[in-house]
Structure formats: structure tokens, C-alpha cells
């Protein structure tokens, strides 16, 4: 436990540190007005309490990645704790704070609407369609799992049908009543079961620590085919929502138009992400802790859901109640991530139609094709659907790290801060769809008989990456050239 523990205390340290460097580079200003002082209209551009704001922050971003990623992805070994820490504060925290604060400087933009203000306006007409279908998207996979666990919880007479009707129209109604009717008022108690539930398995952790290997035991990949899952890029996208996810980019508008002072940006972002890192940090610790090790999670993975073992963990460590109340902090994880998806997708598509929110007629003009088409989405096969979410999730985070990197540069600040997660990012999510089964590896074995090898995969996403690079140090000289002030940066 002593490599848990310092895991744990860098990523506390880390939002004290990076997350006030990240702050300044910025320029963070408790001086400005923020959106909901001019914009405020009663249903989205509505005033909250700090606390409630970070809280839906954070229950929006943590869905069932931080859980059921961890789980899974602690398998790649202790390169995923790594991951899950340094991944946080480098790469996450600083993804979500960025966009939570671009979003404050634009009016409360959404995701599309920023990234076409620093990429051009074809790059926004393509982000607003996958934004806008991502979310969608999102509120699909996001129904199952929680159905799955109420199902556990309840009589049989409740199965994962009537609780999926349930949760599908929770989210109508989140999706469309004004943020602090519904919404503000359930999450906190959300929040007080996800919070009860995760230090009650940190504490149980030190409990039974002499279960938990540390870090440097077994430094190596422990998935059962390592040659068709390696760290990168596998990890690095099977273990998202816990370090980078670009997902959350598309939340973060949501809580700046509810944003009362910039001087709370810190908190709620780069808090929120920190929180969730730990919450990862947790999960993965539990499974092996729990299990006994690698291969006995191995095998409790193969023989049902991460789900089922989260159920066994929290009854088996908390007793009966608290592990009902902590499954309810899990069931919470994904819901309160798919109520805020479909909403957010409401207000990607308003943002681009230019169609105020603040009458229901206008809202249901938009919401209904988008449950009509998430009802026709969630048709699909579940693992399908979370395998394809997973590499889209990351597709939007380089698309989001490289518009707040042009920002940056444009307004001469410090640039790199994002460059290298943006470069990262690239290399590891092109070389994962070239590589992975759920990519561009299925349908080329299909039509041909041949799928991409790792090497060209990897070659791949070198070569994107590369050539992304170099467009961004041709649009650095076009600005240094425009504005002589940059010349010297």
C-alpha cells in the first residue's frame, strides 16, 4: 500500500501545484463577469452554489469510467496507475480547466462552437455533428449498466427493462426542466453516495493491504494476450474518464454558464478531474486488493461484468448497507453522466441553430429527434456501442487539446502546457483506431482479409501526430507574422 499512498498524495499535491500553475498560465480573473450575469435566462444560464457546481461537475464526468475503466484497465499493470496519476494532472485536469475556462470566455460556447473559433469553420461543422452524436451516444451507453445494477438491487418483478424505461425518462426530464429544478437538487445526494462509496472502499483498501502487491512488483503487462493489447495505445484508451476523456470538454460549458467568478474555475475543473482520478485510483487498487491479484481478477472478469464484481466488492467490504449505498454511488456514476450528455446535446444543437432555450416549446423542438435517435441508438449491441464511445471519447479530446493549444499561442502563453498532451494524445489515439478490433482494424479485415499490423499502426499515429505538429508551427509563424508582439515569445 505504501505505492497506493504516494499515488494518492500526488495527485492530491498536484492540484495544489500544477492546478495553480495551470491557472496563472491562463490568466484566471475573479474580475471578469461571467456568462450567467449576462446571459441568465432561468433554465441554463442559472446561478449555483459553488459546492453544487463542483459536485455536478464532478458526477458528470465520472461515469462509468473511473469504475468500470479502472477495473479493466488495471489489468495493462502498474503502468496503469501511472497512467491514472500523472494522466490526471499533465493531461485531464488541465483538458477540463482549459475548456471550462474558454467556454467562460465565450459566452458559455459550447465544445463545437469553441473549437471552430480557433480551427476554422469547417472543423466546427464537423465537431458539431460528432459532438452532437457522441452525447447522444453517451445518454445510450449510459442506460445499461445502472439498469443492470438497480436489477441487482430490486425484485425480480424490476428487471433491466423496466429500469431502463426509468432511467431513459429521467433523462427527458433532466434534459429539459431548468438545471436547478432537477439536477441541482439530486446531486448532491448522488454525490454523498459516490463520496461515501469510494473512502469506504479507500478505507477498506488499508485493511486489507497485505492483498495489494506495490507498484514496482510485477512491472509488466498482465492481460492475458499482451501482443494484442499493449500499453500503447491500449491503456491509454481503455483507462480514459480516469486520466483524459474528451467527454468531459463537453460538460465543462455546462457548469460555466452556472459559474458565479472565475476564481471557482480551479475547484470545479481542475478539482473535479482531480477527484476523479482518484476515485479511478481506488477502483483499480480494489480489484486487485479484492481479488487477490492479476490473475485472479483476470478470472473474475472473465466470468461476468465489471459490474458484478463492484457489487461483490461493496458487499463484501461494507457489509449490506453500505454496500447498497455504495452501489447506488456507482449506479449514480453513469446516470448523472447520461442525464448531462443528452442535455448537453441540446444545447450543442441550440448553440449551432441559434435557438434561445428559454421557452419548453423551443426545448422540445430540439430534445425530441434527440431521444427519438438515442432510443434507435440503444438498439444496438452494448459492447459495440462502448467499444466505439471509447476511441470517439479520445478523438475529442485531441481535437480539444489542439484548439486550446492554438489559444494559447494566440494570446502568448505558455503552450506547451497542452502541446505535449495534444501530441500524446494524437499518437496514441490514431494509432489505436489503426491498431484496435473496434477501429479501422475490423472493417479492413472484413473487406480484404488483411488488418493493420502494430507497427504501421503505430507508424500511423507517428505521422498524424507529426503532421499536426507541423501545421501548428506553421499557424505559430503565421501569427508571430500578423502580430510582430509574438515574434519574441
Known sequence: MISFTIALAVLIAGYFTYGKFVSRVFGQDPARITPVH???????????????????????????????????????????????VFGTIFAGAVHDYLSGMLSLRNGGASLPEIVGAELGSKIKTVMRVFALLLMILVGAVFVYNPADLLAMLTPNSLDKMFWIVVIFAYYMLATLLPIDKLIGKLYPLFGI?????????MTMLYVHAPQMPEMW???YNHKADPKANPIFPMM?????????????????????RCLKNEKY????????????GIVALIWAAAAIAFTGGYSQLQDALGSGSPAILVNDIS????????????????????????DTALRSARLIAADFMGMEQKTIVRRLMI??????LCFVIMLMPYDALWRY??????????FTLWTVTVWLARNRKLYMITLLPAMFMTCVTVTYIFFAPEGFGALTETLSGYRFSYGLSLGAGICVTTLLTWLFARRLADMKTTDPSLAHE
Open 217 to 219: 512488483e510485477g512491472f
Open 193 to 201: 453516495a459516490l463520496l461515501f462509496m469510494a473512502l469506504g472502499i
Open 389 to 398: 464511445f471509447a476511441w470517439c471519447n479520445q478523438v475529442l479530446s485531441v
Open 38 to 84: 449576462t446571459r441568465a435566462d432561468g433554465v441554463d444560464f442559472v446561478p449555483l452554489p459553488t459546492w453544487k457546481i463542483f459536485l455536478i461537475q464532478f458526477l458528470n464526468i465520472a461515469g462509468l469510467g473511473p469504475i468500470f475503466g479502472a477495473i479493466m484497465g488495471v489489468m495493462y499493470g502498474p503502468a496503469a496507475f501511472l497512467w491514472i
Open 315 to 338: 458487499k463484501g467490504w461494507l457489509g449490506a448497507f453500505g454496500g447498497i449505498l455504495a452501489i447506488l454511488g456507482v449506479i449514480a456514476a453513469p446516470i448523472t453522466s447520461g
Open 367 to 372: 430534445s425530441v429527434p434527440i431521444f427519438l
Open 265 to 276: 474555475a480551479r475547484p470545479v475543473f481542475y478539482g473535479a478531474m482531480v477527484t476523479e
Open 236 to 256: 491509454f484508451v481503455s483507462i480514459a474518464c480516469g486520466a483524459i476523456s474528451g467527454f468531459h470538454a463537453t460538460q465543462s460549458p455546462m457548469m460555466a
